[in-house]
């Protein structure tokens, strides 16, 4: 199983990215897909995760109303638009997988990881 994350870089406060995460999973459609992130100094933290028809979402606070996360089944793909980005939205982006139904946010529950990608706010 391979996840690899792509779109991190360096934008200025208020600006916007999308994240890219490629699944080498076989049946995709039966994992839960989502983000987490860690910044330097910091613990991994929980950003947002999508159920596998993409029906539902869950967001952590801190990105509530500026993160969305999706997922296209036929390509195997899950996304992350961030918009008004901050300062504090710097961070490496790591893409997940679970194969379950349930949406949860804590990084033990996530058996694969991707490599990360990392993304640089500028104030």
């Known amino acids: 199983v391979q996840l690899q994350a792509s779109g991190g870089g360096l934008v200025q406060a208020g600006g916007s990215l999308r994240l890219s995460c490629a699944a080498s999973l076989r049946t995709f459609n039966n994992y839960v897909m989502g983000w987490f992130r860690q910044a330097p100094g910091k613990e991994r933290e929980f950003v947002a995760v999508i159920s596998w028809s993409g029906s539902t979402t869950v967001y952590a606070d801190s990105v509530k109303g500026r993160f969305t996360i999706s997922r296209d089944n036929a390509e195997n793909m899950v996304y992350l638009l961030m918009n008004s980005l901050k300062p504090e939205d710097t961070a490496v982006y790591y893409c997940?997988?679970?194969?379950?139904?349930?949406?949860?946010?804590?990084?033990?529950?996530?058996?694969?990881w991707g490599q990360g990608t990392l993304v640089t706010v500028s104030s």
């Open positions: 997940v997988a679970r194969r379950a139904d349930s949406l949860l946010t804590g990084a033990s529950r996530y058996n694969y």
